[in-house]
């Protein structure tokens, strides 16, 4: 599996709730895009027929996955997200919502609505609009992430150094 071309990589994430809807709709339209797309289920019950898929894999090979996409689609957990950035890979987030069972909250996406602001990504929030958004994430140009963790340490520095 991992020596081949994925051109879409899509993850649930490591969250216990099931997010099906997004599984039944990427499957629904693997036929029409016409490209080969592996899946990461997670804990969602639903099994797709025109998709590769695995539940979980170690990390290393979860990011090799994601590393030889062309497009990522993922839910709106940070790690999901900022792990697609920092490959520099178009990404699509559909955030997961609570009155289907698909979190524990109402997510208001903060950190999603944000990058999709910025330039960094695509949002879309129905799966009915998912299609539409996957042509728009191959089409747009997206700004490259680049990571603060530099300034953030410094900043911590400077403030450790304060206390002592």
Same mark, same amino acid.
């Given at each position: ?13 490591? *969250?216990?709730? %099931? ?6 709709? $990427? ?5 029409? &895009?016409?490209? %080969? ?12 027929? *025109?998709?590769?898929? #695995?539940? #979980?894999? !170690?990390?290393? @090979? =979860? ?7 062309? &497009?990522?689609?993922? *839910? %709106?957990?940070?790690?999901? $997200? ?12 559909? !955030?997961?919502?609570?009155? =289907?069972?698909? *979190? $524990?909250? @109402? ?8 990058? +999709? /602001? /910025? ?5 879309? #929030?129905? +799966? %009915? @609009? ?11 140009? #997206?700004?490259? =992430? ?15 150094? @304060?206390?002592?």
């Amino acid at each position: 599996m991992l020596g081949e071309c994925l051109l879409i990589f899509v993850t649930v994430g490591t *969250h216990l709730q %099931d997010f099906s809807r997004l599984l039944r709709k $990427i499957d629904a339209i693997a036929p029409l &895009l016409g490209e %080969d797309i592996t899946v990461q289920r997670g804990h969602s019950s639903y099994v797709p027929m *025109h998709c590769k898929y #695995f539940d #979980f894999m !170690p990390r290393h @090979d =979860y990011l090799e996955v994601m590393k030889a996409s062309s &497009l990522v689609i993922c *839910h %709106d957990g940070a790690g999901s $997200i900022i792990d697609a950035l920092m490959l520099e890979k178009p990404v699509v987030v559909m !955030p997961r919502i609570k009155k =289907y069972g698909e *979190h $524990i909250y @109402d997510s208001k996406a903060d950190l999603a609505r944000k990058l +999709e /602001e /910025e330039g960094y990504l695509q949002l879309v #929030f129905s +799966e %009915d @609009d998912l299609n539409e958004a996957i042509q728009m994430a191959r089409t747009k140009t #997206f700004k490259k =992430y680049v990571s603060d963790k530099g300034r953030l340490i410094s900043k911590l520095s400077m403030y450790l150094e @304060d206390l002592s």
